[in-house]
C-alpha cells in the first residue's frame, strides 16, 4: 500500500486563484518532501519540510505538517498557467528511498 | 548547474529481450535512486546506491538487476522484459539524505 495518498487526485483552477493539495501518510517520518511533475518529465523538487516544523513558505508555495494527523497540504497562491503539472508528496522510507504519494493533477485555465 | 544525465531518453525493446538504463548522477552526490512509473501512476522506487553499495531495495522484479560503478554512474540492466515493463524510469541523486534531483527520464517501451 502507498505510503502517501493525496486528494484531490484532479484540480482545475483559474489563474490567480490559490490551489490546495492534501497529502497523507501511514508511518512516522522525518520529513516529507513535495514534489512536481510536468507530463512525462522528470520530477521537480519544490519543498521539504521537516518533522519538527508546522510551516514553511517558499514563493508562492506554503506546506503545512501535521505529524499528529499525518498529513501534509501544499498551497500554491496566485496561480499561473505554467503551474499546471502533477505535484506529489513523498516521504522517506528506509535508509535512502522515498515513497510518492498517488499525485494530484493541477490544471490551471488561463 | 549539473543535471543527472540519463540515457538513453527512448528505448524501444521486443518481449524477452534486456535493456541497459545509465545514469551520470551530479558531481559530488553520494546517492543514487531509481524509480519506475507507469502510465499515470506515481512513481514506485526501485533500488538505491550511497557510495557504490546497494543501500535500499525496493519492488525490483529479480528480472531486473543494478550497480554502481567506480565513477558513481548507474546502470540499471532488465532482463527478460515484459509489456507490463513499459513505463518512464527516472534516476535520481542527491547529497546525503537530502532532497532528490531528478534526470529527465528514460521512456520503455516493450512491445
Known amino acids: 500500500s502507498q505510503q502517501g495518498e493525496e486528494d484531490p487526485q484532479a484540480l482545475s483552477i483559474q489563474e490567480g486563484e490559490n490551489a490546495t493539495m492534501n497529502c497523507s501518510y501511514k508511518t512516522s517520518i522525518n520529513n516529507l518532501q513535495w514534489y512536481r511533475q510536468n507530463s512525462g518529465r522528470g520530477l521537480v523538487h519544490l519543498i521539504l519540510i521537516r518533522s519538527n516544523e508546522r510551516e514553511k513558505h517558499s514563493g508562492r508555495l506554503r506546506v503545512t505538517l501535521d505529524t499528529s494527523k499525518k498529513s501534509s497540504s501544499l498551497l500554491i497562491t496566485a496561480s499561473r498557467a505554467a503551474d499546471t503539472a502533477s505535484y506529489f508528496c513523498?516521504?522517506?522510507?528506509?535508509?535512502?528511498?522515498?515513497?510518492f504519494g498517488s499525485g494530484t493533477r493541477l490544471q490551471v485555465q488561463p | 548547474a549539473a543535471g543527472v544525465i540519463q540515457s538513453p531518453r527512448h528505448l524501444i525493446k521486443e518481449k524477452r529481450e534486456t535493456a541497459t538504463l545509465k545514469c551520470y548522477p551530479i558531481?559530488?552526490?553520494?546517492?543514487v535512486y531509481w524509480y519506475q512509473q507507469g502510465p499515470g501512476q506515481d512513481p514506485q522506487f526501485l533500488i538505491s546506491f550511497y557510495e557504490k553499495m546497494q543501500s535500499d531495495k525496493g519492488s525490483i522484479p529479480d528480472r531486473f538487476s543494478a550497480q554502481q560503478f567506480s565513477d558513481y554512474h548507474s546502470e540499471l540492466n532488465m532482463s527478460s522484459l515484459e509489456l507490463g515493463d513499459s513505463a518512464l524510469y527516472f534516476c535520481?541523486?542527491?547529497?546525503?539524505?537530502?532532497?532528490?534531483?531528478f534526470g529527465p527520464g528514460t521512456r520503455l517501451t516493450v512491445l
Open positions: 535520481a541523486s542527491s547529497r546525503q539524505i537530502n532532497e532528490q534531483f
Open positions: 513523498a516521504t522517506p522510507t528506509g535508509r535512502r528511498a522515498l515513497t
Open positions: 558531481p559530488r552526490h553520494d546517492t
